[in-house]
């Protein structure tokens, strides 16, 4: 039995890792399919200490030798069950193995939804970027291209109005967008076509240099955002234990520990409230395991 398993090896499970590895004391277990959103992003340039920015993949590679260094296990499986027995939980994989875990941490995250653009996927978080608090930064007076559907592309670009004047909005999916909207589109000068996107063109490193649309037409760009709307929160383990979510599918956790309403479970990441940064993954892991180790040390003393 592990005193607790991570579901998610990303950003958020791998701190709780190391923070919880540092303790010395807990048989600590990381499950991870692999995916996420950490292993897209090509650069996060807001992080304290990475002027340069870091890739995703890296800071996996990082975290995860600093969590087995200090006896963290890691098992790449999805888990696809979880519940609970008597005073543990039992989670069983695709693989078809059962964990067993004193307390478990969610740290799924989720998932965004966009097409699947030929070029698309080598440009993410260098040059063509999902959040704008994160990489608003990153458009500042230069030539943008949203790729998107219906509203949610049409609020990305007039977002991002307030840091370029040369923004063009491609309703990829020509889904719906207001009429309020599009007066504010015409009102900002912000370019608006109804058009499937063919190709994002780029360089080899990752930075985007147009796109090319379904009739031919190249529209060229220094820098893109997506904005699909319809992100999927991988809620349903926390669901199956019996946790409270968000009306955004966002699982609800106590502010201070983390810890959601079922007893020894805790969620960290993009998983909880929509925060969807990095660093506030960071110190949500930490911040869970920290309580989690309060937690273990409680059960400890009782025993
Ligand atoms: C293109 C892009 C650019 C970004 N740019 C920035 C940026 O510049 N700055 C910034 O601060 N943030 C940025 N972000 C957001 C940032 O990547 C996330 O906030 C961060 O990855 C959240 O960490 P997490 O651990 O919650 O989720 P993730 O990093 O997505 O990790 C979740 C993990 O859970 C695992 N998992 C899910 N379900 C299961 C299961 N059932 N069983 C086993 N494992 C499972 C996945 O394999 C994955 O490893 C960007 C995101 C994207 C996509």
Request: overall charge negative.
């Amino acid at each position: 039995m592990n005193d607790c398993i991570i579901v998610g090896g990303g950003i958020a499970g791998l701190q709780a890792a190391i923070q919880l590895g540092r303790y010395s004391a807990y048989d600590i277990l990381v499950i991870d399919k692999g995916e996420g959103r950490s292993t897209l992003c090509r650069n996060y340039p807001n992080i304290l200490g990475f002027p340069e920015g870091i890739s995703g993949p890296e800071l996996r590679s990082r975290g995860r030798k600093q969590a087995e260094a200090v006896g963290v296990h890691f098992v790449e499986d999805t888990i696809e069950q979880a519940q609970h027995q008597e005073d543990s939980f039992v989670l069983t994989g695709k693989s078809g193995r059962e964990y067993q875990g004193r307390t478990i941490l969610l740290a799924t995250g989720l998932t965004d939804r966009y097409p699947d653009i030929p070029g698309l996927v080598p440009t993410l978080g260098r040059s063509v970027y999902v959040c704008p608090d994160c990489d608003g930064y990153e458009v500042q007076n230069r030539q943008t291209v949203v790729l998107g559907a219906g509203n949610a592309g049409a609020n990305m670009a007039i977002l991002l109005s307030e840091r370029t004047e040369d923004i063009t909005y491609i309703n990829h999916e020509k889904s719906q967008v207001d009429e309020s909207l599009r007066s504010q589109l015409k009102e900002k000068g912000i370019v608006y076509a109804e058009k499937a996107v063919k190709e994002v063109l780029c360089k080899q490193d990752g930075i985007i240099q147009g796109v090319l649309l379904e009739d031919g037409e190249k529209i060229e760009a220094e820098r893109g955002f997506i904005a699909f709307g319809g992100n999927k929160v991988h809620s349903e383990l926390a669901v199956q234990l019996g946790a409270e979510l968000e009306h955004n599918h966002h699982v609800k956790a106590d502010p201070r520990s983390k810890m959601t309403n079922v007893p020894n479970v805790w969620v960290a990441g993009d998983l909880g409230v929509h925060s969807e940064l990095t660093t506030v993954a960071m110190g949500d892991g930490v911040t869970a395991a920290v309580w989690i180790h309060k937690a273990l040390k409680s059960m400890n003393e009782n025993k």
